[in-house]
């Protein structure tokens, strides 16, 4: 499930989404970004998961 949205994010339904009785764990990130690091601006952001 992904979707790109210009609006606040509501989770709680995605946490219910997500909850399944089989599944130990549900993780969620939170947070914001700064605009600069290093005196350089900040234009995109790259995650990885394992």
Do not use: Q, S, W
Request: glycine fraction near 6%; proline fraction near 6%; hydrophobic fraction near 45%.
């Amino acid at each position: 499930m992904a979707e790109l949205v210009h609006t606040p994010i509501d989770v709680a339904p995605l946490l219910a989404a997500a909850a399944k009785p089989a599944c130990g764990a549900i993780n969620l990130f939170l947070g914001t970004t700064r605009d600069h690091h290093e005196g350089r601006r900040v234009v995109r952001l790259e995650y990885e998961a394992y």
